[in-house]
């Protein structure tokens, strides 16, 4: 049900931008430029959200392919950093990172790198604009812990055993502004899951939110 309800809209978009073409079918393509480009977008829109529900029905299924191999994580997240930077800037947002060199584990790099992605786009959308955006790992025993935090309004405290639900937002109205369906943080625990880690999420008005990844080293 939830599904079909984030599919509707945008179909209903790109259908009211092809009526739009066709009843105009004299006009050159450049006169209709616009109304191309809206459904392209609400296409390219809804070809993200088919293949999140892909990969979570394949987690589901236990079908999800994990090609794990060894991985320096702290390698593979300054990677990751290198795209948000001038995200965080044209946003107003501060980015910092403290990353412990060389940790290694055993996962699959794809995945790996999209949950620091996921937690990284999360963390820039909501600092608001003059905030922050702090990114740690560290060694933790045996395993890897992984923190975002992020300034920003604190998410209220009912809402967060809800976060890592599918469609689920805090925020409806701001979220669907900002293109997201409330899929990212589930995936990004099945991620987590997928390697036999855990994650969490704690919000304050003094510390800010912060999500806490911690990852097994070994297979």
């Given at each position: 049900a939830d599904a079909s309800h984030e599919l509707k809209t945008p179909l209903t978009v790109i259908l009211a931008n092809t009526g739009i073409v066709l009843a105009h079918q004299e006009d050159k393509v450049s006169t209709q430029a616009k109304w191309l480009e809206y459904t392209q977008e609400e296409a390219r829109q809804m070809k993200g959200l088919v293949e999140d529900l892909l990969f979570l029905a394949k987690s589901d299924a236990a079908r999800q392919e994990v090609r794990t191999a060894e991985v320096d994580l702290s390698e593979l997240i300054q990677g990751c950093l290198l795209p948000f930077e001038p995200v965080a800037f044209e946003a107003g947002v501060q980015l910092d990172a403290r990353i412990d060199p060389g940790l290694t584990l055993v996962g699959d790099e794809g995945q790996l790198r999209r949950l620091v992605r996921i937690?990284?786009?999360?963390?820039?959308?909501?600092?608001?604009?003059?905030?922050?955006?702090?990114?740690?790992?560290?060694?933790?025993?045996?395993?890897?812990?992984?923190?975002?935090?992020?300034?920003?309004?604190?998410?209220?405290?009912?809402?967060?055993?809800?976060?890592?639900?599918?469609?689920?937002?805090?925020?409806?109205?701001?979220?669907?502004?900002?293109?997201?369906?409330?899929?990212?943080?589930?995936?990004?625990?099945?991620?987590?899951?997928?390697?036999?880690?855990?994650?969490?999420?704690?919000?304050?008005?003094?510390?800010?939110?912060?999500?806490?990844?911690?990852l097994p080293r070994g297979a």
């Amino acid at each position: 049900a939830d599904a079909s309800h984030e599919l509707k809209t945008p179909l209903t978009v790109i259908l009211a931008n092809t009526g739009i073409v066709l009843a105009h079918q004299e006009d050159k393509v450049s006169t209709q430029a616009k109304w191309l480009e809206y459904t392209q977008e609400e296409a390219r829109q809804m070809k993200g959200l088919v293949e999140d529900l892909l990969f979570l029905a394949k987690s589901d299924a236990a079908r999800q392919e994990v090609r794990t191999a060894e991985v320096d994580l702290s390698e593979l997240i300054q990677g990751c950093l290198l795209p948000f930077e001038p995200v965080a800037f044209e946003a107003g947002v501060q980015l910092d990172a403290r990353i412990d060199p060389g940790l290694t584990l055993v996962g699959d790099e794809g995945q790996l790198r999209r949950l620091v992605r996921i937690l990284l786009d999360n963390a820039v959308k909501y600092a608001g604009e003059g905030g922050s955006v702090e990114l740690t790992l560290t060694k933790q025993q045996e395993k890897l812990r992984l923190t975002v935090r992020n300034t920003g309004d604190p998410i209220p405290a009912e809402h967060l055993p809800h976060l890592f639900e599918r469609f689920y937002r805090a925020d409806a109205a701001r979220d669907r502004a900002q293109g997201g369906y409330g899929l990212g943080l589930a995936i990004a625990k099945a991620i987590t899951e997928h390697h036999r880690g855990k994650i969490s999420v704690s919000s304050s008005l003094e510390t800010g939110t912060v999500f806490t990844v911690l990852l097994p080293r070994g297979a």
